[in-house]
T-cell receptor
Framework: DTEVTQTPKHLVMGMTNKKSLKCEQH?????MYWYKQKAKKPPELMFV???????INESVPSRFSPECPNSSLLNLHLHALQPEDSALYLC??????????????FGPGTRLTVL | AQKVTQAQTEISVVEKEDVTLDCVYE???????LFWYKQPPSGELVFLIR??????QNEISGRYSWNFQKSTSSFNFTITASQVVDSAVYFC???????????????FGTGTSLTVIP
């Protein structure tokens, strides 16, 4: 059973909407990640938070805004998205994120469709 | 250049056959880590194994086994007596030295889609 949960499972939004994706982990990990995955492609890293601070931003457009309220929670705020942003958004956590060598444990993902 | 190459895009096998998924990586670091993840149709990536560059012992876990060969920069994954539930996309991944602090050093391969036919 996964110990990383993500809500919602599915989300459909218009290009003018504002929505948020949520992720929670219960493993005491101090690093959390957002990935974007298009169909038939590997996941692409978007953001890494380590000890509640943003440590990696892979040049993600500002219409994606991450937030880490505490070490167990990770949000991704979405605003003015484009249809090409439709994808599976995966959250992951790892022990501390000081390096990317720690094992990352993934949640089930949110399947986002932008109309 | 691709850091992690999974040359097999799609593989189909009949149930109970053995299947090997290939993974070739490229790095100049002496310390690195290799991973395999399974992604069933539900979407979640399931962690299978993590191996560091100093441990070349092969590993077996039930029907799964991994063959790590530094000489050929390969970390192949074999499923013995495949089952329908093994149908998924399998990703090999590489993480480079932790001494770097600039950006992302975690690389997924492009994945191999395995279909096990009953």
């Amino acid at each position: 059973d996964t110990e990383v949960t993500q809500t919602p499972k599915h989300l459909v939004m218009g290009m003018t909407n504002k929505k948020s994706l949520k992720c929670e982990q219960h493993m005491g990990h101090r690093a959390m990640y957002w990935y974007k995955q298009k169909a038939k492609k590997p996941p692409e890293l978007m953001f890494v938070y380590s000890y509640e601070k943003l440590s990696i931003n892979e040049s993600v457009p500002s219409r994606f805004s991450p937030e880490c309220p505490n070490s167990s929670l990770l949000n991704l705020h979405l605003h003015a998205l484009q249809p090409e942003d439709s994808a599976l958004y995966l959250c992951a956590s790892s022990r501390d994120g000081l390096s990317l060598s720690d094992t990352q444990y993934f949640g089930p993902g949110t399947r986002l469709t932008v109309l | 250049a691709q850091k992690v190459t999974q040359a097999q895009t799609e593989i189909s096998v009949v149930e109970k056959e053995d299947v090997t998924l290939d993974c070739v990586y490229e790095t100049r670091d002496t310390t690195y880590y290799l991973f395999w993840y399974k992604q069933p149709p539900s979407g979640e990536l399931v962690f299978l194994i993590r191996r560091n560059s100093f441990d070349e012992q092969n590993e077996i876990s039930g029907r799964y086994s991994w063959n790590f060969q530094k000489s050929t920069s390969s970390f192949n994954f074999t499923i013995t007596a495949s089952q329908v539930v093994d149908s998924a996309v399998y990703f090999c991944a590489l993480s480079e030295s932790s001494l770097k602090n600039t950006g992302n050093q975690f690389y997924f391969g492009t994945g191999t889609s395995l279909t096990v036919i009953p």
